[in-house]
């Protein structure tokens, strides 16, 4: 089954920083690849996926990963954070012939006003 | 766009009750739900699988005896935890797919806490 690891637990930045969260994932056949962001007692949501085609994805908020296959990584940029965007962020993975999705351990984002 | 139902929001049960969450597709027809449990701090842990009309696949360390799942239709799954213990005291959400071509997306309810005292 896949797997997904997201190296950094928790990051501080001050607003106007440029974000980058890290996300591997471990399978080996075709995947689908999701960033959600999980706001302070709120639901998941959906901030950009990825299932083909250009490996730069552009998402909501600013927000865009990269999909690049060899290192089996899909990394969260933002080129300038913002204070709203303290939140909780989960990178998550789907086989691409399987329904269930694997979500990696989060990554808690603090902006600094 | 797709919007998912999760009832109740929180709900506090007594040990060795049991405690039924919903969690409905509002307006599309979900061939498949998802159940994960996310303990705080921690990411979601998928428990279970659903597919309409059919039996739910547990993932392994799940007891299915104690997490019934149940998705009689395309809108409705329903997870009910059987006699609770405060160590199933977490945070349950559900997600369902539309799978519509090409299009398809994983969309979550909002959740649920059950605190068992």
């Known amino acids: 089954a896949q797997s997904v690891s997201q190296h950094n637990h928790h990051v501080i930045l001050s607003e106007a920083a440029s974000l980058e969260l890290g996300c591997n994932y471990s399978?080996?056949?075709?995947?689908?690849l999701f960033w959600y962001v999980q706001y302070p007692g709120q639901h998941l949501q959906l901030l950009l996926k990825?299932?083909?085609?250009?490996?730069l994805v552009k998402g909501i908020k600013g927000f865009e990963a990269e999909f690049i296959k060899s290192k089996f990584s899909f990394n969260l940029r933002k080129p300038s954070v913002q204070w709203s965007d303290t939140a909780e962020y989960f990178c998550?993975?789907?086989?691409?012939?399987?329904?269930?999705?694997?979500f990696g351990a989060g990554t808690r984002l603090t902006v600094k006003p | 766009g797709a919007v998912v139902s999760q009832h109740p929001s929180w709900v506090i049960c007594k040990s060795g009750t049991s405690v039924k969450i919903e969690c409905r597709s509002l307006?599309?027809?979900?061939?498949?739900m998802f159940w994960y449990r996310q303990f705080p701090k921690q990411s979601l842990m998928l428990m279970a699988t659903?597919?309409?009309?059919?039996?739910?696949?547990?993932e392994q360390g799940v007891e299915k005896d104690k997490f019934l799942i149940n998705h009689a239709s395309l809108t409705l799954s329903t997870l009910t935890v059987t006699s609770a213990h405060p160590e199933d005291s977490s945070f349950y959400i559900c997600?369902?797919?539309?799978?519509?071509?090409?299009?398809?997306?994983?969309?979550f309810g909002s959740g649920t806490r059950l605190t068992v005292v």
């Open positions: 997600s369902a797919t539309d799978w519509t071509g090409l299009n398809y997306g994983y969309t």
């Open positions: 998550a993975v789907t086989d691409y012939n399987n329904n269930d999705m694997r």
């Open positions: 990825y299932f083909s085609g250009d490996p």
């Open positions: 307006d599309f027809q979900a061939t498949t």
């Open positions: 399978y080996g056949g075709t995947v689908n």
């Open positions: 659903s597919n309409e009309g059919s039996k739910a696949t547990y």
